[in-house]
């Protein structure tokens, strides 16, 4: 995303001082919250970061305290942190949450309920009789499943909140990258939505021939490109040149631009783009809400912690009480009396950096991960 991979990034991060002072070997300053954040888990992963964290004797609390820390300036007490899991991948609740069980930690789950699967499968998890799915992230239901998430809320341990609806991307222009082809593979989240906010509808190897074009995420503020009329021409040809072999010819390039001709695409306005963005974070809510039987969903953690200026300003209209978003070279972590809705988080190999014993230095953190 060029939103926040700036191959100048880390570096500027460095110049700023943008890394809380524990990092590189002082006491947590008080006026901080130290905010981690995970993703895909395995249990050899995961186990030594809730370890060091008990052995140490540090607290976990959940997006509530941090808001209120960051906009009251509240803190939850010494020794505290917040542990944020993104995207609800299912080894949340085959491997995180019989940990977080273990080691007496509480965590935030930030689900886009436009992803989650319509499987209505419980896997087994950590501890039970033959133990948790192998790969399961990598599986054909890579993501918790309504049953395994209400599960995840009964237990105490989860405290989901939003992280938008579809979690897409978009085309932001008309110049052309490039065509689905029979090897196109792409990570689920870069799959480009061409649906509605709402009501996606990701582009993947079963498209064929849809062009391809620069992407963003739906959050930024740039504007959406519609190509649906040459999309759907292309796939027709496609389709009716027997599918993936069509792509056996040497012209099919040629063959697929010629299709595109005369197939105008569509800028949307400012006002679609805002639109669409409410609606996805309304959407993303009372999803949530409904299908959890919860009134608990006060903040977002925004999709690759993109959030345009539209973005920010509309998840406060709908009714957000903070987000998660980042800002280049600002503060790695919640500081009271900064914008709630552009906290910052660090990634969880920080963990072992926090006082304690067995604490690494800054470079065997970034050496060791």
Not at 56 to 62: A, F, P, S
Not at 210 to 227: E, G, I, K, Q
Not at 350 to 355: G, K, S
Request: proline share 6%.
């Amino acid at each position: 995303m060029a939103e926040r991979n700036s191959p100048w990034r880390g570096a500027i991060d460095l110049a700023r001082r943008a890394y809380p002072g524990f990092v590189f070997g002082t006491g947590v300053d008080p006026a901080i919250l130290p905010v981690f954040h995970f993703h895909e888990v395995t249990a050899d992963y995961l186990e030594p970061h809730l370890a060091y964290l008990r052995e140490n004797g540090y607290r976990t609390v959940n997006a509530d305290a941090v808001a209120r820390f960051v906009r009251d300036g509240v803190h939850p007490g010494e020794k505290t942190v917040a542990l944020t899991f993104d995207d609800a991948w299912a080894s949340a609740w085959t491997v995180a949450t019989p940990l977080l069980r273990r080691y007496d930690s509480i965590a935030t789950l930030f689900v886009a309920p436009g992803r989650v699967p319509l499987d209505d499968v419980m896997r087994p998890m950590l501890g039970d009789a033959g133990g948790p799915p192998a790969d399961v992230d990598r599986s054909a239901v890579p993501f918790a499943t309504w049953p395994e998430l209400r599960a995840m809320q009964g237990t105490g341990l989860w405290d989901i909140q939003s992280h938008s609806f579809a979690h897409a991307k978009i085309f932001c222009a008309s110049s052309l990258a490039g065509f689905v082809t029979p090897e196109y593979r792409t990570h689920i989240h870069d799959a480009p939505n061409v649906g509605t906010a709402t009501k996606p509808v990701f582009l993947n190897a079963d498209h064929l021939g849809a062009p391809l074009h620069t992407l963003r995420s739906r959050m930024a503020d740039a504007l959406r490109y519609d190509d649906t009329e040459a999309r759907l021409a292309c796939e027709a040809l496609v389709k009716s040149g027997c599918g993936a072999s069509f792509f056996e010819a040497p012209d099919w390039g040629k063959k697929l631009r010629k299709a595109m001709r005369g197939k105008r695409g569509k800028m949307e306005t400012r006002e679609e783009r805002d639109a669409a963005i409410r609606a996805d974070l309304e959407a993303a809510r009372e999803t949530l809400q409904s299908k959890l039987k919860i009134n608990s969903v006060r903040h977002i953690c925004f999709p690759w912690a993109v959030a345009g200026k539209s973005a920010e300003a509309l998840a406060q209209e709908v009714g957000y009480e903070s987000a998660y978003a980042d800002t280049l070279g600002a503060l790695h972590a919640a500081r009271s009396g900064s914008n709630p809705f552009r906290i910052m988080r660090l990634k969880h190999k920080y963990i072992f950096a926090l006082p304690g014993r067995r604490r690494r230095s800054w470079w065997n953190v970034l050496r060791k991960h």
